[in-house]
């Protein structure tokens, strides 16, 4: 008796690290509605304390040449002190000039079956210091700045219109329009509500993920897609986003 009582107090504390890892994603704005993984499902987590190795940062909807002036840049970077002092976080950050800047980071991934549709669900986690409901130039510092995800076989660069504008290869929609390679999870908000002393404040942690079937997409030859994660934005000022974690879930059709 004693010796099966160890026994089962032993597998009792170890189903407790594998039932949590079953539900990964779940329905927009709801904690309940957990994907459990199946034999066509398979699940990325990229933690990006670890490192952006392999990860490419892109910007859009703005004149080439005036990098400088629209303050673009990126690095792996110390979370702001209220966030976590001991964790790193994928950080990109620009100055909209032009009212409507997309910054983005995307990745290759491969491991899924060549010239399949998968259904994806997204979850990003990231930190915002933009107060919900607040009032700025243009737009929302929080609001009107719309995090983007999606996946498709062609890599997503900004290339010339012809006129020295830079655009997005995808179709993204433009701010709060998703378009065909690239849906809204949620906006840049976070959940302290608009201070009139204090419109920008301290980075609080915020998760956006999509809704099941809102997004499907076919991979190549290789079975392998470009994953993009970016902000398009409406307020004309500076955006600073730190990515967290990225979570992907891609269930075969």
């Not at 927009?28 to 490419?56: E, M, Q, R, Y």
């Not at 998968?118 to 609001?143: E, H």
């Not at 999606?150 to 504008?165: I, M, N």
Request: proline share 3%; glycine share 10%; net charge negative.
């Amino acid at each position: 008796m004693q010796i099966l009582s160890a026994l089962t107090k032993k597998l009792l504390k170890k189903s407790l690290f594998i039932f949590p890892l079953l539900g990964l994603l779940s329905a927009c704005g709801s904690d309940n509605d957990d994907i459990k993984p199946d034999p066509n499902t398979k699940v990325l987590h990229i933690d990006f304390n670890d490192s952006i190795a392999g990860w490419k940062t892109g910007f859009a909807d703005y004149p080439a040449g005036e990098e400088t002036f629209y303050e673009l840049g990126s690095s792996h970077s110390n979370l702001p002190a209220a966030l976590n002092t001991q964790r790193k976080g994928y950080k990109v950050t620009g100055n909209n000039h032009s009212d409507d800047l997309f910054m983005f980071v995307t990745k290759k991934v491969d491991g899924l079956e060549p010239n399949t549709r998968y259904d994806f669900r997204f979850k990003v986690t990231f930190g915002t210091n933009a107060q919900n409901n607040c009032v700025g130039i243009g737009g929302s510092p929080g609001n009107s700045v719309w995090i983007k995800v999606g996946a498709t076989k062609t890599e997503p660069k900004a290339v010339d219109d012809g006129t020295g504008f830079l655009l997005l290869n995808w179709d993204k929609g433009n701010q709060a329009a998703g378009g065909s390679d690239a849906i809204i999870a949620g906006d840049f908000a976070n959940s302290q509500e608009c201070s009139t002393t204090d419109v920008v404040t301290t980075y609080l942690k915020k998760s956006v993920m999509t809704e099941k079937g809102a997004y499907s997409t076919i991979t190549d030859d290789q079975g392998s897609l470009w994953l993009l994660v970016g902000t398009d934005s409406g307020f004309e000022g500076t955006t600073t986003i730190y990515y967290m974690d990225l979570e992907v879930v891609a269930t075969k059709k």
